[in-house]
């Protein structure tokens, strides 16, 4: 074999020599007891993502995951205690993994203004705003109503 050749063991080898492959075993053991801990429904939609100062930090895809691991933070902890010690787990932060593919947009117009209500008029085939077919009394109360708001409590 050619010196300039080396074995594929060699190179895996010297690429994982700086890695601490105990740490990497723990991490992968206290892994499988996440799993084991909460069962595979909540883990199926929940993973750990840092162990800090005692905090066990978990990533869950719907708050009621959130709810659910709430639920059971006691059994989790007194569980993952007694099996990984050197963690020292004291309490769970889980926070919502949020993805919005839409970003939020804020409607336009003062607070107070509402949103425009149509309906539809069928003789002409055309949007009404609903405020327009009020009857004027009801408008009126509205109108009042409305300027209460704005006012506030009276001191």
């Not at 005692?54 to 205690?81: A, C, F, M, R, T």
């Not at 949007?127 to 327009?132: A, L």
Request: with cysteine; charged share 30%.
């Amino acid at each position: 074999m050619p010196s300039d050749f080396r074995k594929a063991s060699d190179v895996l080898n010297a690429l994982f020599a700086g890695f601490d492959t105990e740490g990497m075993r723990q991490s992968n053991a206290f892994l499988r007891g996440w799993s084991e801990t909460v069962g595979s429904k909540i883990a199926a939609h929940s993973r750990v993502v840092d162990v800090d100062r005692g905090v066990l930090v978990v990533e869950v895809d719907h708050p009621g995951w959130n709810q659910q691991i709430q639920y059971k933070k006691k059994q989790i902890i007194s569980s993952l205690s007694r099996s990984f010690p050197e963690f020292e787990i004291s309490t769970i932060a889980v926070r919502v993994k949020s993805e919005c593919k839409t970003p939020y947009e804020r409607q336009k117009g003062s607070v107070g203004e509402g949103l425009d209500r149509v309906k539809q008029d069928p003789e002409n085939d055309i949007d009404v705003p609903v405020n327009e077919s009020l009857n004027p009394e009801l408008k009126d109360l509205f109108a009042r109503l409305k300027e209460s708001i704005k006012k506030g409590k009276p001191d």
